[in-house]
């Protein structure tokens, strides 16, 4: 059994303007285990969910985000409470508004939620985790998550993600071509100016 714990209750939660503040990631990792090194081009990354347990279709986790906690730390303690990986915060990803149906309250009457998640680039998964005997775990390619999502502002996060990781990727193939000097810089800004034009 897992020596960690699974934070319950609501009275630590944040809201704001009528809004539950949810915290999240899409966990990923590449096929063969490694970090995006110069050759992460050749390499499959892959994204895990969790199955939903009030239906069909999967999840990335997310959770409420409490009010002694950052925003960050509380996307990883639910990545770890809910799918028992940790790993590296990468980047922001943006903000989610959905409604739930499960957590109205006197707060968010609506149900409102604000979701912020984040890239985490998964090092370790646990062997137990807090919410293990409710939550299986699925690695799976960008396309079959997109096929998978329970809800249409998870397929937008992941949409996120994978223009995240692509802009990623062109970097450090431009960086691995052109290098660190002079030439680098010349294209970063031609490619910037490129997508204003």
């Given at each position: 059994m ?45 994204v ?11 999840l ?77 775990r ?29 802009d ?30």
């Open positions: 897992s020596g960690l714990v699974a934070r319950t209750g609501r009275h630590q939660q944040r809201y704001e303007d009528g809004y539950r503040l949810v915290a999240g990631c899409v966990p990923f990792r590449y096929k063969d285990g490694n970090d995006c090194g110069d050759s992460c081009s050749e390499k499959i990354v892959e895990l969910m969790i199955n939903s347990s009030s239906g069909p279709g999967l990335f986790p997310k959770g409420g985000w409490e009010n002694d906690e950052t925003v960050e730390e509380a996307a990883v303690r639910e990545a770890i409470e809910e799918a028992g990986v940790r790993g590296d915060l990468r980047d922001f990803l943006g903000y989610y508004e959905f409604r739930s149906k499960t957590h109205q309250d006197e707060f968010s009457p609506k149900g409102l939620c604000r979701a912020a998640m984040f890239a985490l680039f998964v090092k370790e998964e646990l062997e137990s985790w807090p919410e293990q005997s409710t939550r299986n699925s690695w799976l390619t960008i396309s079959e998550a997109r096929g998978s999502c329970r809800h249409a502002w998870m397929r937008d996060a992941l949409r996120c993600f994978s223009k995240w990781h692509e990623k990727l062109d970097r450090v193939i431009v960086q691995s071509t052109f290098g660190s000097g002079e030439a680098f810089h010349f294209y970063a800004q031609a490619q910037a100016q490129k997508s204003i034009d």
